[in-house]
Structure formats: structure tokens, C-alpha cells
């Protein structure tokens, strides 16, 4: 699943120490999302988590062991098939050895339907 969840996060397997077996590498996620529509405006928002059951001594210890992150965006409707919208976000990564890390990202969009 971690191939699926966060952008190939995580690999599904990884090939044992022998080099003969292929060992599954498990892994849980969940994702929640809401949208509220107000006449010609929506408001977003959602989370997401994935924890990931790493053996180190096949993944190393720069695996990742989980990341989350949240979003709040505001969609507004200027006209027929025409939008705007604006979107915050913030992931947290962190990795077998302990280091973890921090995006903030801030997004615009325009939307032009045909």
C-alpha cells in the first residue's frame, strides 16, 4: 500500500538478506476529507496519515516511519466555468533514525472550464 498512499512513500517489499525471498514491508493509512459549498464559494479541508513497519535491517535506517499532513483551501466561483482558489498545506515526514522534516506550502489556482 505504501507504494499507493503519499507518492511511493514507501516500497510494498524489499528483498531479504539472502536475496531469495521477497519480505512485505506493512503499512497503515488513513485519510479524511470534508468540502462545504456557500453559494458561489467552497471551503476544504483534510487529513492524512501513513505509518510504516519498516525492518531496518533491509531498509536502512533512512526508510521513512511515517508522514502526515493536512489541508485548508477556499474555492471561488468568479463566473460560468471560471475560479479561483487558494490552498494551504502541512506535511511532517520522519524516518527510521529519528530525523524529521517540515513542508509549508501555499498554493493559488485559476480554472478555466470549456
Request: aromatic residues 10%; negative net charge; glycine residues 14%.
Amino acid at each position: 500500500m505504501g507504494r499507493y498512499v503519499g507518492l511511493g512513500i514507501s516500497p510494498g517489499a524489499v528483498i531479504d538478506a539472502s536475496g531469495n525471498d521477497i519480505e512485505p514491508i506493512p503499512s497503515y493509512s488513513a485519510n479524511i476529507a470534508y468540502r462545504k459549498v456557500f453559494g458561489d464559494r467552497s471551503l476544504s479541508g483534510g487529513f492524512s496519515y501513513i505509518g510504516i513497519d519498516n525492518d531496518v535491517a533491509l531498509t536502512g535506517d533512512s526508510a521513512t516511519s511515517q508522514s502526515q499532513s493536512w489541508f485548508v483551501a477556499l474555492t471561488q466561483n468568479l463566473g460560468k466555468n471560471f475560479s479561483v482558489g487558494a490552498e494551504y498545506l502541512q506535511g511532517k515526514r520522519e524516518i527510521e533514525s529519528g530525523l524529521e522534516g517540515q513542508i509549508d506550502r501555499v498554493t493559488f489556482s485559476v480554472r478555466k472550464g470549456f
